[in-house]
Each structure stands twice: as structure tokens, then as C-alpha cells.
């Protein structure tokens, strides 16, 4: 492994970090402001990486892809996990589902903010060298993690604003997704369309919009940024 590589992936794991981190951060807070302070109080309101630690996560998740890719096909072309989640008890506030789409819409928005971020820093700091890997790769993973969290099924962000908002008949039944689980459901995203790919069958609506927006919204990033010619 070369200098330049192994600096890459340094780079995108601090970036991938910071965007976990300050995504769980923006429920904390948004929790906070509406009257629940379970996060706070759980020492959760930090950026200590090791306050967020998902055993699952952070640690097994990106391990089985990290070494699976790297032995299948000599390199890591894509990365997923998640930090422990931020505690919330809708109880505290004083419309729960209203305040639970809020807390949920906080952690997109949050990652959706930073992607700009990320993109002034490209404007501000050039396109090239360090700084240019590790904001690049800043506004790739927060645009992945925020338009990924909006998918509409409990556990994930878009799911809960979903039950939120939704007529109550409609939000407790979509709220029943969440007894699955979230591996079972991201076993179905990621895992189901491989092995039907493997059987000649075509199916994988997620990665298939994912792949859609996801260079969309970043090159849109860029753009505001005033940083043209960028390709994601």
C-alpha cells in the first residue's frame, strides 16, 4: 500500500466519522431544544468518537465490507455504517409525533448542511492535495448519508418523519416496519438485489436512486460552492 493511498484512507474515514458523528449530534441537539434531554444526560452530546461507538455499526459492519471487498475485489468501492443512536424519548415533548419528525429531519438536514460545507472547503482550499481528498470525500459521505436516511421505513430518519406526519391509521402501520430490524432491512437494500442479480433478475430500487441522486446532489453542492468540472 502506497503513501497516497493509505493517506486516502485515512482522510475518508475521518470524514465518514465527522459526518456519523454530527449527524447523530444534530438529533441530540434538536431533542435537546424540544424539552427531552435523555442525550445529554447519557453523555451523548459529545464529539468523542468513542460516545458513538455502534458495536454492530462501527465495528463489525464496516470490517465484513472493508475486508470482504479488499479479498473479492482487491479494493473498497463502498463503505456503509452507522453510530449508536442518539436516546430520544418522544414523551418530553409536547406534540411526540411532531417532535419525533423534528428530532429525525435534524440528522439529514445536518449532513445535507455540512456537504456545503465540504464544498466551500474544496472552493476555498483548491482541488488538489490533502485538503481536496478529504473534503471531497466530506461531501460524498454526508450527500450518501443524508438522502440514505431519508429512505421512508422506520428505523431510518425518513421513516419516522414519515410516521410523523402520515394520517395515524397509515403511521401505525408503517411504524410496525421497525420491529424488523435494521439488518434484516438492510440485508433486503443491499444484500436481496445481489443475489437476485445472481439469478438474472433485476431489482434494486435503493441503489438504483441512490446512484441517481446521490452525484446529483453532490455536483449540485459543488456548484452553489462555485466549484465547476467536479464529477462524483
Do not use: C
Not at 424540544?34 to 444526560?41: I, N, T, V, W
Amino acid at each position: 500500500m502506497t503513501f497516497e493511498s493509505l493517506r486516502a484512507i485515512v482522510l475518508g474515514v475521518i470524514a465518514a466519522g465527522l459526518a456519523i458523528i454530527l449527524h447523530e449530534l444534530a438529533h441530540g441537539f434538536a431533542a435537546l431544544a424540544l424539552g427531552d434531554h435523555s442525550a445529554a444526560r447519557a453523555g451523548r452530546l459529545s464529539l468523542n468518537p468513542l460516545s458513538h461507538i455502534d458495536r454492530y455499526g462501527t465495528i463489525v459492519v464496516p470490517l465484513v465490507l472493508l475486508i470482504s471487498q479488499l479479498v473479492m475485489i482487491g479494493r473498497v468501492a463502498f463503505m456503509f455504517g452507522w453510530a449508536k443512536p442518539v436516546p430520544v424519548d418522544a414523551r418530553q415533548f409536547t406534540n411526540p409525533r411532531r417532535g419525533m419528525a423534528l428530532v429525525a429531519a435534524a440528522g439529514p438536514v445536518m449532513n445535507f448542511f455540512l456537504a456545503l460545507v465540504g464544498a466551500f472547503g474544496l472552493a476555498i482550499f483548491g482541488t488538489r492535495g490533502a485538503s481536496a481528498i478529504f473534503f471531497a470525500d466530506f461531501v460524498l459521505f454526508n450527500v450518501v448519508l443524508g438522502l440514505f436516511n431519508l429512505i421512508p421505513l422506520p428505523p431510518f430518519d425518513g421513516g419516522r418523519i414519515a410516521v410523523g406526519v402520515l394520517p395515524m391509521p397509515l403511521a401505525r402501520a408503517l411504524a410496525k416496519v421497525e420491529r424488523v430490524g435494521i439488518l434484516a432491512i438492510l440485508l433486503a437494500i443491499f444484500v436481496l438485489p445481489g443475489v437476485l442479480g445472481a439469478a438474472g433478475i433485476k431489482f434494486d430500487p435503493v441503489g438504483s436512486l441512490l446512484n441517481t441522486l446521490v452525484p446529483a446532489v453532490a455536483e449540485a453542492m459543488l456548484a452553489i460552492a462555485g466549484v465547476h468540472g467536479a464529477r462524483f
